[in-house]
């Protein structure tokens, strides 16, 4: 199955009934095997938790802690963005080099980003060396 497919798949089963948005991502990491997330929304709305947690966590879970590529899905009608701290939470598992495609279920659109051009300038561990 794509990294496409299973986004789309899994964005059926985003919990999103405060936005109606429901947003699908899945991870492809080193190994090979594919992880997947939605959002899951709160009543106690700052809760809630967008898709790319979802698919990162599920990755963790399962011992790895290196992605190589990400698929974002939802259907708005332009490919949908990860938010800013999606793309922090991204950054921590993957290379700046990472593709990240974002799509949409409304249309054939898609647009492919690297994680060092969606977060330029990103904190990471040489902000803290000289501590
Ligand atoms: N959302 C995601 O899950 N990922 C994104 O990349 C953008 C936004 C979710 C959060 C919230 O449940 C809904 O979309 C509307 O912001």
Do not use: W
Not at 59 to 77: D, F, K, P, R
Not at 90 to 109: I, K, P, S
Request: proline share 4%; charged share 15%.
């Amino acid at each position: 199955m794509s990294l496409k497919d299973a986004a789309t798949a899994v964005m059926a089963n985003a919990h999103a009934p405060y936005s109606n948005f429901k947003v699908g991502a899945a991870i492809r990491a080193a190994s090979g095997t594919v992880y997947v997330g939605c959002n899951v929304e709160n009543v106690a709305y700052p809760e809630g938790t967008c898709a790319e947690a979802g698919a990162i966590a599920a990755m963790v879970a399962a011992g790895e802690t290196e992605l190589s590529e990400v698929y974002v899905i939802a259907g708005s009608s332009m490919p949908v963005t990860p938010c800013g701290g999606c793309r922090q939470k991204l950054a921590e598992f993957g290379a700046e080099e990472v593709r990240v495609t974002m799509g949409t279920t409304a249309n054939d659109t898609e647009l492919t980003m690297t994680l060092g051009a969606l977060l330029p300038g990103a904190f990471n561990t040489d902000h803290m060396d000289d501590i």
